[in-house]
């Protein structure tokens, strides 16, 4: 009697485990699917993601000041690998204490002055701006840049990603991308301004003036991915590497995503 109470107690636990397993795995997929956990990995762009890394690491660690489009269709993995760069980054101690980033996107910030609010409170200096009045776009920028100075009166390093690039060539005279290329080339700052859109064009919608300010780096997202490269993707999508869940269980459960995979049996067909 005490040995079957035992076993239908144990059995339950185990189905309880098995629950929680399957729960978080549920949970990850979720948030894979949804883009908002980081991608497994990232495939088909390790040169490119080498170059950005360079590129943003030298304002981070050293200062230096930068500026690059980031140029490819919907959907090529421009905004995720951006994300890992600055994840991958800021595990460095003295990187998070002094790497800030601010956000902007065309399509929420459509005019300067909008825009230069959303930096103001991305970089925490509305109090330090408080009702100062200030000549020009200019001149409100530095000052931003400027109360950043910690004691040394080197300027933190500030990383600008601008989603849809191209929406912000539409503002008026240009004011904000003028300005930012400017610090950037000038060296006032220490600042990495990097432009994301999916326009191949975007170079032709810029000012002379601004154009002149801009570094000309462009880096291309192209995906030119074959067969084995989009399987690749997918079951790194769906294989559990590492989660609070038992290691028998994700053991088994990607065990099954590769027999049961659609894209096992259908490889040579696919091709042909």
């Excluded at 330090?128 to 390093?157: H, I, R, Y």
């Excluded at 002149?212 to 993707?233: A, G, K, T």
């Excluded at 290691?247 to 067909?269: R, Y």
Aim: aromatic residues 8%; proline residues 3%; hydrophobic residues 35%.
């Amino acid at each position: 009697m005490k040995s079957s109470k035992r076993k239908s107690k144990s059995s339950k636990e185990t189905d309880a485990g098995e629950a929680t397993s399957i729960q978080n795995i549920q949970d990850e997929l979720r948030l894979r699917f949804s883009q908002n956990a980081p991608s497994p990995s990232l495939h088909g762009y390790e040169k490119e993601r080498g170059q950005l890394f360079d590129l943003i690491k030298r304002t981070a660690s050293t200062g230096e000041s930068n500026s690059v489009l980031v140029i490819g269709p919907r959907g090529s993995g421009k905004t995720m690998t951006l994300n890992s760069i600055y994840n991958e980054l800021i595990e460095d101690d003295n990187v998070r204490e002094n790497l800030l980033q601010v956000k902007l996107n065309g399509l929420l910030q459509t005019d300067d002055k909008i825009a230069l609010k959303e930096i103001t409170r991305q970089l925490q200096l509305e109090n330090t701006l408080g009702d100062k009045v200030f000549g020009s776009f200019a001149e409100t920028l530095q000052f931003l840049l400027d109360a950043l100075k910690c004691g040394s009166q080197s300027s933190k390093p500030i990383l600008f990603i601008l989603e849809e690039f191209d929406m912000f060539a539409h503002h008026k005279n240009q004011t904000l991308l003028y300005n930012l290329f400017d610090i950037a080339q000038s060296d006032q700052a220490p600042i990495c301004v990097v432009g994301v859109t999916c326009r191949l064009d975007v170079i032709e919608l810029l000012e002379k003036r601004v154009k002149s300010r801009f570094s000309h780096r462009q880096v291309y997202f192209l995906n030119n991915y074959s067969y084995e490269n989009f399987c690749d993707i997918c079951m790194s999508y769906l294989k559990i590497e590492s989660k609070p869940v038992r290691c028998d269980f994700i053991k088994e459960w990607n065990k099954q995503v590769e027999v049961s995979s659609p894209f096992m049996g259908h490889h040579s067909f696919i091709n042909e």
